[in-house]
């Protein structure tokens, strides 16, 4: 039987799958079984953020495999790559964030630092955003704020309340002092690529401090480079209790990470969280290897400049298909081309992948561009080719 029957046949049916085995990637380049070349404007989900591949991180995960795969004891033990990655996050962590906690995936990392938010302020309610996106554990479901990935799970957890992104009025008659942490993306990403407004990611954070009620922070998809600098929250000033992070950290190896500042890494109990792989040293390596490779390269500088000529094409390419295109935004490499229709949006977005283009679509008709964070001109400007290549092709028929 072929790839994709044996995957028909035994997978669990969760995804609606896109009929292609891919077998190998090199850079923003992958290859399906038959040989046949893909642009890769997906990152696989906004992961692979080196490309794939990559030399550095692959040679980090062989090393390490080869000297340990995981601690006696997990966690309990010390370990020096663990040590040397905590340095290297205490290097570029923003603000007051200090301690880190090192986890799995972003779902994991979230669903950690509502279950601390809550224990140590004593408090229960959680305000997160409509659109958000926080995971699919049944908690970080319930912090999400669209019905489709919540509707079907009900009754979720309780003590959950949600206000519009981008509106401080409505977020200021909601805080009050039952809330324990306010939960939001700076750049609402599964959402449709939602940029903040001047001044609110500001005016959140100094609502938080007046009532009292802790920030967290979810840069799951906008942290490591992804919208320039190392954490879309630089941009910002703002006071982040909690910072949750995966995706880019591992660069393909599943990782992630939370980050408390010492007040609240002070207020924790041994015991509150833990986990068999949080730390593990292999996930270690990929990550700091990850991150080094982020700041030897200057990827955040590197992100800006190929980000404007992703916008600035995506602009033109606005002005020739008004009709079709509604928007186009985003910071960095994260942006989205927003379709007014979802039925041409499907269209453009099959004949992409007919012409060698993988590319992200979000709520059924926006693009969302978010490729390796070392892509080239020349290699962006090949995969928004084919793009523009599809937009024109249906355009036309
Ligand atoms: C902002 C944000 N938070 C959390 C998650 C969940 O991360 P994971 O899929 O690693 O559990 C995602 C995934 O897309 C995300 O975009």
Not at 76 to 96: D, N
Not at 181 to 202: D, F, M, N, R, S
Not at 254 to 282: M, R
Not at 346 to 351: A, F, G, I, L, M
């Amino acid at each position: 039987m072929d790839t994709i029957s044996t995957e028909n046949m035994y997978a669990i049916p969760f995804f609606k799958k896109i009929p292609v085995a891919i077998e190998r990637g090199e850079g923003v380049y992958v290859w399906d079984e038959s040989g046949r070349k893909y642009v890769d404007l997906t990152a696989g989900w906004g992961v692979t953020s080196i490309g794939h591949a990559n030399p550095v991180l692959a040679d980090a995960i062989s090393k390490q495999s080869r000297t340990l795969l995981q601690t006696p004891s997990s966690g309990l033990v010390y370990s020096p790559v663990r040590a040397a990655l905590l340095k290297k996050m205490a290097e570029i962590l923003p603000g007051k964030l200090s301690n880190v906690f090192f986890a799995n995936s972003g779902a994991e990392a979230n669903d950690a630092v509502i279950k601390l938010a809550r224990k140590i302020s004593g408090r229960l309610d959680v305000i997160s955003m409509t659109q958000s996106f926080h995971g699919r554990t049944i908690s970080t479901a319930s912090a999400t704020g669209q019905s489709k990935h919540r509707e079907k799970y009900n009754p979720l957890m309780p003590n959950y309340r949600f206000v519009p992104f981008n509106d401080l009025d409505a977020m200021a008659r909601e805080i009050d002092d039952k809330v324990a942490a306010v939960l939001l993306e700076p750049i609402q990403g599964e959402g449709g690529v939602i940029i903040p407004k001047e001044g609110y990611l500001e005016g959140v954070s100094a609502l938080c401090r007046e009532n009292g009620v802790y920030l967290i922070v979810d840069e799951v998809q906008t942290g490591f480079c992804r919208t320039g600098p190392m954490f879309a929250v630089n941009r910002h000033k703002m006071e982040v209790d909690f910072m949750t992070m995966a995706k880019g950290i591992g660069g393909g190896f599943p990782f992630a990470a939370f980050a408390v500042t010492e007040a609240v890494s002070k207020k924790v109990e041994i015991g509150d969280h833990g986990g068999t792989y949080c730390g593990n040293p292999l996930g270690c390596a990929a990550a700091l290897s990850v991150i080094q490779y982020l700041m030897d390269h200057d990827i955040e500088n590197h992100v800006e400049t190929v980000g404007k000529y992703v916008i600035d094409r995506m602009k033109t390419l606005q002005k020739r298909y008004p009709e079709l295109i509604s928007d186009v935004r985003g910071r960095g490499l994260l942006v989205a081309v927003e379709f007014r229709d979802k039925l041409m949006a499907e269209k453009v977005y099959s004949e992409c992948l007919k012409t060698g283009l993988f590319i992200n679509m979000t709520q059924g008709y926006i693009f969302r561009i978010f490729p390796a964070l070392n892509i080239t001109l020349d290699e962006i400007g090949e995969g928004l080719g084919i793009f523009e290549a599809a937009i024109a092709f249906v355009a036309g028929q």
